[in-house]
C-alpha cells in the first residue's frame, strides 16, 4: 500500500514555471514505478510522464517533451515533475500514481495500482 501527497500546483503566467511533488508513505516506494497524470475538465485523464524505479529510465507524453521532467529522490520518498514554459493547455489537476514494475514505463492510467489526490495548475494566457 503506497499513500501519496502531491503539491506544488497553482496560478502562473504562460511561460512559467512550477515543480509538483509527490511524497509517499511506506518503505518500499524505491520499488514503484511512478507516474504523472493529468485532467483537465470534462476531459480524459492522460499521461504526462513516467520514471522507473532507480530514475534510470524515464518516458513523456510528447505534448510535454522537452519542457517538463520527472525525477524522483528514494531517500525522501518523493517524485518531482519540474514543468518549464508552460501553456494555458496544461492546465489540469495533475496527479501522481505508483505501481510494480511489470516491464517497461506503462502509459494507461488503468496500469497503476496507487494515486494521490491531484494538484490543480492553472496556466493564465
Known amino acids: 500500500q503506497v499513500h501519496m501527497v502531491e503539491s506544488g500546483g497553482g496560478l502562473v503566467p504562460a511561460g512559467g514555471s512550477l515543480r509538483l511533488s509527490c511524497a509517499a508513505s511506506g518503505r518500499t516506494f524505491s520499488s514503484y514505478v511512478m507516474g504523472w497524470f493529468r485532467q483537465a475538465p470534462g476531459k480524459d485523464r492522460n499521461f504526462v510522464a513516467a520514471i522507473s524505479w532507480n530514475g534510470a529510465v524515464t518516458d513523456y507524453a510528447r505534448s510535454v517533451t522537452g519542457r517538463f521532467t520527472i525525477s524522483r529522490d528514494n531517500a525522501k520518498n518523493t517524485v518531482y515533475l519540474q514543468m518549464n514554459d508552460l501553456k494555458p493547455e496544461d492546465t489540469a489537476v495533475y496527479s501522481c500514481?505508483?505501481?510494480?514494475?511489470?516491464?517497461?514505463?506503462?502509459?494507461?492510467?488503468?496500469?497503476?495500482?496507487?494515486w494521490g489526490q491531484g494538484t490543480q495548475v492553472t496556466v493564465s494566457s
Open positions: 500514481a505508483a505501481t510494480s514494475p511489470r516491464g517497461g514505463l506503462p502509459r494507461l492510467h488503468a496500469q497503476y495500482d496507487y
